[in-house]
T-cell receptor
Framework: EAGVVQSPRYKIIEKKQPVAFWCNPISGHNTLYWYRQNLGQGPELLIR????????DSQLPKDRFSAERLKGVDSTLKIQPAELGDSAVYLC?????????????FGPGTRLTVL | GQNIDQPTEMTATEGAIVQINCTYQTSGFNGLFWYQQHAGEAPTFLSY??LDGLEEKGRFSSFLSRSKGYSYLLLKELQMKDSASYLC????????????WGAGTKLIIKP
């Protein structure tokens, strides 16, 4: 079974530039999560999707961050414009539908560096 | 509010046993998870506790006491590959079943 796929793995941009991250969840997993993880910290939830619907985006900085999950499969997270403080690892995770479910499967993450 | 505390770093010897503690405060407890994260890699699921007691899975065991807001992860017969960060996370009903994560405990295994 293929795992969660994310691209790119690394991204370096200058501040004020836009950036986008892509995630393909495990086949059949209806729930998709985007997390941000700073060095030495645990993941912080940005947004959770159930199929196409964003059911929890309370911690997404909506002035510069946006996300979409067209057709309830792949998802894209965008930052525009990026700031220095956005440097972090952006993790995508998926799980089968239904709350609560126990295990989230994480992708390898995208390491973003904003200069 | 919500709060999860775990030690920042621990050191143990190959072949030994180590216990990593986690204390939490949450208003809508709905399960506690332990994940392992090797440096530069994604977290991977280790264990889940929702009822009090010990869950054993091979060399790893996890314990929960809901009344004390306390859990521990016990690693036996330590191997060098166990060097990683161990993240404690609590699922919270009052936060739409979000996982609230601790900062992780970096475990260093020495020969």
């Amino acid at each position: 079974e293929a795992g969660v796929v994310q691209s790119p793995r690394y991204k370096i941009i200058e501040k004020k530039q836009p950036v986008a991250f892509w995630c393909n969840p495990i086949s059949g997993h209806n729930t998709l999560y985007w997390y941000r993880q700073n060095l030495g910290q645990g993941p912080e939830l940005l947004i959770r999707y159930e199929n196409e619907e964003a059911v929890d985006d309370s911690q997404l900085p909506k002035d510069r961050f946006s996300a979409e999950r067209l057709k309830g499969v792949d998802s894209t997270l965008k930052i525009q414009p990026a700031e220095l403080g956005d440097s972090a690892v952006y993790l995508c995770a998926s799980s089968p539908s239904g709350v609560p479910y126990n295990e989230q499967f994480f992708g390898p993450g995208t390491r973003l560096t904003v200069l | 509010g919500q709060n999860i505390d775990q030690p920042t770093e621990m050191t143990a010897t190959e072949g030994a046993i180590v216990q990593i503690n986690c204390t939490y405060q949450t208003s809508g407890f709905n399960g506690l998870f332990w994940y392992q994260q090797h440096a530069g890699e994604a977290p991977t699921f280790l264990s889940y506790n929702v009822l009090d007691g010990l869950e054993e899975k091979g060399r790893f065991s996890s314990f929960l006491s809901r009344s004390k807001g306390y859990s521990y992860l016990l690693l036996k017969e330590l191997q060098m590959k166990d060097s990683a960060s161990y993240l404690c996370a609590v699922r919270d009903r009052s936060s739409n079943y979000q996982l609230i994560w601790g900062a992780g405990t970096k475990l260093i295994i020495k020969p």
